[in-house]
């Protein structure tokens, strides 16, 4: 039997008392005396390589486990990202658009980052599939463009709109591959905001926060379009989620990742200046560190963020930012000068503090307002935990900035803010167990319904609270709603009723004249960017029957002198943003558009009023017939310089007077309006062509 046991030993191991151990196994107890007296026959494996293999496996399986949910979340978010490609498919050209465009091209194609004072990141990811395409550059000249003055600013303008409609490319297919950079920002930014908001509230908070992101108006608006705002609020968000992650923020492991980022979203836009000074006070709310650890920690941070400045700017262009970061902070708004801002019809010069709570109520879904004021108030019940302060800081910063700054341009300014909200929102996610769960899933589907009704029109977006998008335009005429990208929308409005000549006030970058739109339309006169080269085509009618306007001017920024369209319904809103006007329904119109040609005149240079003779024949027949139909039984006084343009009005003045403005002598003509025509015996009767 002792020689069997020692047998038994020699296969299955003996003690540590000098009996045979087997080569293959690694022990890491001493076994006992029983042990080797009874020895237990084992697996080919040692207990502890046994247990270190299913805890490798388990922890496979939780990875696998907590990776799904990220999975299935980047599927919700491509497949919403396609209705945004969809909708953003042939839509026109927004207004900052150009300059991200061309601005990238000529980094990529030239290392040029002097055509305006954007940050390059933008513009780096949607030049590059333009530069790829084989653009090409109708400016391929110094590389000193950067923008100081209002004439810089104007020229860089003029210079990206060339490049983009005088390119050998279609613009439409060059705007869709600039766009492609976007598309893939706003689902990286979609990600971000569902790792951020589990890690704060766990999974069914994740899921909420992206559920408000993937149906936020705001979002799917500036998700499709070139734009800063993106690029800037992913790298700051990425660095408040990396913020958990990170153990000692002293250490470069952990400072350079959220000073990379942070240098990303620095050179991305401007207006994260304040964010990120406020990235080491989130820092040390989110690790409560001493002042010395924080200090290190801010030192590696900001090396790491100038590194990725300098690196956006190719090393050696860094002073373009400078100069963009001084005109955006002090002269920028200054320097370009605007028209004073108006709200629901009223103006100032100055701005006021309400516009963008305002603004938010009208542009984004009520849904998705209740379900944030419930996530608010519920601050009051339980406090915002530290892991909570680095998201709500920013917001009431960007916020309290906005509202404080007088430029009530666009609600655009507070894009970053909604990502920060939809994370904070996600303490709400247990309600979505509960008995509480209608409170926040009802209003979302609501909300849902409500924005899918204005797809592809993103941006014409209003809330059923105030009308929905049909009345935007009664409040709405600045970027918030008409941004330019409607000129497309009213090409197929045009082409679906046989594409009539039309009145034209446009406002933005698109080419009314342009192969891919072609509408036949005469000008009527607008003061914002009076230096747009388009041009009336050929061969127009004298008086068309429709009058296209877009929002922007119908809110007096022409002067004020389509303010009166306000109080006129129109026939049809292409894109929310463009109001069309039949003139033939409401002929009283033609006096009021008349009246503002000749408004939009008077304000031009010396030398430039009116200097087509034909244009203004056209103008001044226009006016009288205008005046024939809706104000008969009316007298008409006009001024006019002597010569042909007398006989224009196709009537014989009741009083006629010579009268001088220096050296140029006038004629003062008044005549007696009156429906119809009163040549030979008879009167024709009124509305008789």
Avoid at 194 to 223: D, I
Avoid at 290 to 307: F, I, K, N, V
Avoid at 515 to 533: E, F, H, N, T
Wanted: hydrophobic share 45%.
């Amino acid at each position: 039997m002792v020689a069997d046991g020692v047998a038994r030993c020699d296969v299955w191991g003996a003690g540590d008392d000098g009996g045979v151990r087997h080569p293959r196994r690694r022990y890491t107890r001493p076994r006992c005396a029983h042990q080797d007296a009874l020895p237990t026959p084992t697996s080919g494996l040692a207990r502890p390589t046994r247990v270190r293999a299913v805890r490798r496996w388990l922890g496979r399986a939780r990875d696998a486990a907590a990776a799904r949910p990220l999975l299935a979340a980047l599927v919700v978010l491509v497949v919403r990202g396609a209705t945004l490609v969809h909708s953003a498919w042939d839509e026109s050209v927004n207004y900052d658009e150009v300059e991200l465009v061309y601005g990238g091209y000529r980094i990529w194609t030239a290392a040029d980052w002097s055509v305006s004072p954007h940050p390059p990141v933008a513009k780096l990811v949607c030049g590059l599939p333009v530069a790829l395409a084989g653009a090409k550059d109708p400016h391929p000249g110094s590389n000193d463009r950067t923008a100081t003055t209002d004439g810089d600013v104007r020229t860089a303008w003029a210079e990206s709109r060339t490049f983009l409609h005088a390119n050998v490319r279609d613009p439409h297919v060059l705007l869709r591959l600039a766009r492609i950079g976007t598309w893939g920002t706003w689902v990286a930014l979609g990600l971000v905001v569902f790792v951020a908001a589990r890690g704060l509230h766990g999974t069914a908070g994740a899921w909420l926060a992206l559920t408000l992101f993937a149906t936020c108006p705001q979002m799917a608006t500036y998700g499709r379009f070139a734009t800063s705002d993106l690029p800037m609020t992913t790298a700051y968000l990425g660095a408040l989620a990396l913020l958990p992650r990170v153990a000692r923020p002293g250490l470069v492991a952990s400072a350079v990742p959220l000073g990379l980022l942070a240098g990303l979203a620095l050179a991305s836009r401007q207006q994260a200046v304040p964010l990120v000074a406020l990235l080491p006070v989130s820092v040390a709310i989110a690790h409560g560190l001493r002042l010395g650890a924080l200090a290190r920690g801010t030192a590696l941070g900001s090396a790491a963020a100038g590194l990725a400045l300098v690196a956006a700017y190719g090393g050696t262009a860094l002073p373009h930012y400078w100069r963009g970061a001084a005109m955006f902070f002090g002269t920028y708004y200054g320097a370009l000068g605007h028209d004073p801002y108006s709200f629901a019809g009223t103006t100032s010069a100055e701005g006021w503090w309400w516009y963008f709570p305002a603004v938010v109520v009208i542009k984004q879904a009520p849904g998705h307002l209740l379900v944030l004021a419930l996530a608010v108030g519920s601050f009051a019940v339980a406090r915002p935990r530290r892991a909570e302060w680095p998201y709500l800081l920013p917001a009431l910063t960007l916020t309290v900035l906005a509202c404080a700054s007088g430029i009530n341009y666009t609600v655009r300014h507070l894009l970053a803010v909604w990502p920060l909200l939809f994370v904070l929102a996600g303490r709400l996610g247990p309600w979505l167990a509960g008995r509480r769960w209608a409170w926040v899933v009802l209003p979302l589907v609501a909300s849902a319904l409500e924005v899918g009704r204005v797809h592809p029109h993103y941006q014409g977006y209003a809330s059923s609270l105030v009308g929905g998008p049909p009345r935007a335009y009664r409040y709405l005429g600045d970027g918030s709603l008409d941004a330019g990208q409607a000129l497309a929308a009213l090409d197929r409005w045009l082409d679906a009723h046989g594409n009539p000549p039309v009145w034209l006030a446009y406002f933005g970058q698109g080419d009314p004249a342009a192969a891919a739109y072609a509408l036949s339309y005469r000008c009527l006169p607008v003061r914002w960017d009076s230096d747009l080269p388009w041009r009336e085509p050929p061969g127009i009618p004298e008086c068309p029957r429709y009058a296209a306007v877009s929002a922007f001017h119908l809110h007096g920024f022409a002067h004020g002198a389509y303010r009166f369209l306000l109080d006129h319904e129109p026939v049809a809103q292409p894109g929310w943003a463009i109001l069309v006007y039949d003139l033939e329904r409401e002929p009283g119109l033609l006096v009021h558009l008349a009246l503002a040609h000749v408004a939009g005149a008077v304000h031009e240079p010396y030398g430039e009023r009116l200097a087509n003779p034909e244009a203004a024949r056209a103008l001044i027949d226009a006016f009288t017939r205008g005046l024939k139909h809706g104000s008969p039984d009316s007298r008409l006084a006009l001024v006019l310089p002597k010569g042909p343009l007398e006989t224009a009005v196709g009537m014989r003045p009741s009083r006629k007077l010579s009268v001088h403005n220096g050296d140029v002598e006038l004629r003062y003509l008044v005549y007696d309006i009156y429906a119809g025509s009163r040549k030979g015996a008879e009167r024709t009767p009124a509305g008789t062509p």
